[in-house]
């Protein structure tokens, strides 16, 4: 996923683990003062947070275990290497795209839901030219966090949330902005831009000219929903066609894998992006467009297992000591993955496995886990809170590698994210804490710390967003790329008639045999 904020050389593969990262962690520390300008190892030292009260009194998690230790001990121990694999039989991506269960219609309290996070996105457009902000009243914005606001626009158009004459000027005066913007050497979207001025800038700048690259996981991300809108409105595939002709797309993959671009002292680095998770989501945003990217939708190649209180999850075999590159295990991608494609870049196993670690957890230590990269409103304000990462279990980092457990929190896009796609007890818990503890004036707070017991009050376009296109899949009961007709599975329903068994092997899936949630 993407922006980064220029780390070492060695380590430029990472580049495109998270989108938006950079910019919204720097606008955060802008926001409250501080200007000093950036070292290439580090974001922001010490600032002071300002945030928006919370419309209810948060309440802290029921704790089983109160000592932060405790837990800490707990999360040592319930590491065992090497896991336990996932059988080859089960190592597909779905043969027909996976609905979750109970899927077809939105309650009051998650349409409720979905208004509040589009307020966000009221308050941070910018009409000058149809691109959001990344972090609420900082006028700047990647390209994976502009996708979010097409999630966004898309998600409250069909949720009934804004009129169609709405939605479709706004619609295209950000497409319009997409498909003639000023690109990073004429060739592709730079990582960061003003959001009023379209000026390609760098991180925590606004106003000085600067080209420092790009991204191909922010671009896979937009790819696949540049093809969702095409799909669903026709009327706006010229729109949709011409922001994909103004770049330079090839640029994207060389030998079946994905690249990007980062200037380090004033020469550009050409450098493969991705590891297993956010490589394989967009790769097939890429595929969609029909680029070469076999090789970066590989999920097994690479892939290793550690078992984490009892449960085998998978992990990217380069790491940071054999590759530069951090391997983050994370919920979002697979989350991602689920809403729009019906995991068809990754497989569903995985997923199971991953929520089924962080339920496992839960119930070892009474603290709810759903954990992610995301922002945060105190320093080092961007932390990949992860499963697993370079050879450690539940280790919150920053792209430094400096640890940060201290800042683990429950996620608000994860755990809504989780309930819709699997709707467990475990899952319906997530979801009423978010409702009970993150809900602002403005949208919805990132997360709750664990430790601190009080939330990360940050409010960022990709949460929100992220939240949005969660619900919208719920209620349209499908995945958004099959919804919106991206693909035809015509052929595929005359297989499964062929062979009802697979349809059946299916339907288990989605009861998540043997999994305990």
Known sequence: MSSDFQPPPKSLSVLATVGGVVTAAIAIALLNGWSKKLSNTSIIKKAEISTSPTTLQPQPPVFGVQDAEIVASLDAKSVVLPGQPIPKNQLTVAIIPYVAPGVGKLTPEEMTTARQAWSYFQRNWNDETGLINSVDGFASISMWDQTAAIAALVSAKELNIVPAAEFEAKMSKMLNTLASMPLYKGELPNKVYNAKTLVPVNYGQLDKREEIGWSAIDLGRMAIWLKIVEAKYPEMRSQTEAVWKHWQVKRLTTNGQMYGTAVIKGKEQYNQEGRLGYENYAAYGLKLWGLDVKKALDYQSHTAFVDLYGQGIPYD??????????????????????????????????????????????????????????????????????????????????????????????????????????????????????????????????????????????????????????????????????????RSYKSTEKTLKKNPEIRNQNSESSTHKGIKF
């Not at 759903?370 to 450690?392: C, I, K, M």
């Open 317 to 486: 075999k380069r790491d940071y000591k054999n590759s530069g590159a951090n391997n983050y295990v994370l919920s979002e991608p697979y989350i991602l993955d689920g809403i729009e494609t019906g995991f068809q870049a990754l497989p569903k196993a995985y997923a199971d496995r991953i929520l089924a670690a962080q339920a496992a957890r839960y119930e070892a230590t009474k603290q709810l886990t759903a954990v992610t990269e995301d922002n945060l409103d105190r320093a080092p304000y961007f932390v990949y809170s992860s499963l697993f990462v370079n050879g450690q279990p539940w280790a919150t980092i920053a792209d430094t590698r400096e640890q940060h457990n201290n800042l683990r929190f429950l996620s608000a896009k994860a755990a809504i994210g989780w309930h819709v796609l699997y709707n467990t007890d475990y899952t319906r818990q997530l979801f009423d804490f978010v409702q009970g503890n993150l809900k602002s004036q403005e949208g919805w707070y990132n997360g709750f710390y664990e430790s601190l017991r009080q939330p990360n009050k940050t409010l960022t376009a990709n949460n929100n967003g992220v939240i949005m296109e969660s619900l919208l899949y719920k209620q349209v009961g499908q995945p958004l790329t099959v919804w919106a007709g991206v």
